[in-house]
T-cell receptor, first 114, second 110 residues
Framework: DGGITQSPKYLFRKEGQNVTLSCEQN?????MYWYRQDPGQGLRLIYY???????QKGDIAEGYSVSREKKESFPLTVTSAQKNPTAFYLC?????????????FGEGSRLTVL | EDKVVQSPLSLVVHEGDTVTLNCSYE??????LLWYKQEKKAPTFLFML????IEKKSGRLSSILDKKELFSILNITATQTGDSAVYLC??????????FGQGTRLTINP
């Protein structure tokens, strides 16, 4: 079945460590996104990519990095520079269109910093 | 600053009630407004609205957009416990970005 796979689902990290969250899609979508969700808040955009080898910062990119070497994959690295990394991270994708359309989401990765 | 504001933030009703969830927005370069339902993890798509005054309907759920007053509502009639979720409103901005509201947490009691 087509979809978006995020891993790991749960991750614990000590302060000062970098961690990488995986996002893979087999929907043949061009655009991919990373959002962060905190309790009681909506989704905030971290990074997005419209094509391979190109990506743009979202509203809260500080302390995060991404790469887009393949169309199917858009990993997110949470670096030690991110001051408050404990959150729920959602990856999404959509076909590249002139007008914004439906985003398809993965199941999310919950990161806890100890 | 672009923003999407949902109200109420939390709502508790009894099964069978009708609820209305609100979404107002101030976003440059508006393209579309989307509603999502988030039960535990991945938000699932409900509706996308691009034109004012045209109701979209799916079973007991319906939604309408007012581009003049910059808001949308999501109605759920004859609510069921399975409707309990966080409902997210998002506005498509420009070619690719979506700006999300805080969400409304809806709880349906039996």
């Amino acid at each position: 079945d087509g979809g978006i796979t995020q891993s790991p689902k749960y991750l614990f990290r000590k302060e000062g460590q970098n961690v990488t969250l995986s996002c893979e899609q087999n929907l043949n979508h061009d655009a991919m996104y990373w959002y962060r969700q905190d309790p009681g808040q909506g989704l905030r955009l971290i990074y997005y990519s419209q094509i391979v080898n190109d990506f743009q910062k979202g509203d809260i990119a500080e302390g995060y990095s991404v790469s887009r070497e393949k169309k199917e994959s858009f990993p997110l690295t949470v670096t030690s520079a991110q001051k408050n990394p404990t959150a729920f991270y959602l990856c999404a994708s959509r076909k590249r269109e002139g007008h914004t359309g439906e985003l398809f989401f993965g199941e999310g990765s919950r990161l806890t910093v100890l | 600053e672009d923003k999407v504001v949902q109200s109420p933030l939390s709502l508790v009703v009894h099964e069978g009630d009708t609820v209305t969830l609100n979404c107002s927005y101030e976003v440059t370069n508006f393209r579309s407004l989307l509603w999502y339902k988030q039960e535990k993890k991945a938000p699932t798509f409900l509706f996308m609205l691009t034109s004012s005054g045209i109701e979209k309907k799916s079973g007991r759920l319906s939604s309408i957009l007012d581009k003049k007053e910059l808001f949308s509502i999501l109605n759920i009639t004859a609510t069921q416990t399975g409707d309990s979720a966080v409902y997210l409103c998002a506005v498509g901005q420009g070619a690719q970005k979506l700006v999300f509201g805080q969400g409304t947490r809806l709880t349906i009691n039996p």
